[in-house]
């Protein structure tokens, strides 16, 4: 098999099957990555950030 066929193979997978192929294979990769979920900041309400935004330019 050539490099290029396992490539395009390899760009077929899902990315669940990519980290278990470089698993079997012993590779550690840059691209398998641990992902966690970010933590998204609350939407504040308009009344929420008007009493923001005055709290903050009475400090100038």
């Not at 193979?9 to 294979?25: D, M, N």
């Not at 691209?31 to 309400?45: A, D, G, P, Q, R």
């Not at 950030?49 to 330019?57: D, G, N, P, Q, S």
């Amino acid at each position: 098999m050539k490099a290029e066929t396992a490539y395009q193979v390899i760009l077929a997978l899902p990315e669940s099957e990519v980290s278990r192929l470089y698993q079997l294979l012993g590779v550690h990769s840059a691209n398998v990555v641990n992902k966690t979920k970010s933590k998204k900041k609350e939407i504040i309400s308009d009344a929420e950030a008007t009493e923001y935004i005055l709290r903050k330019l009475r400090r100038f």
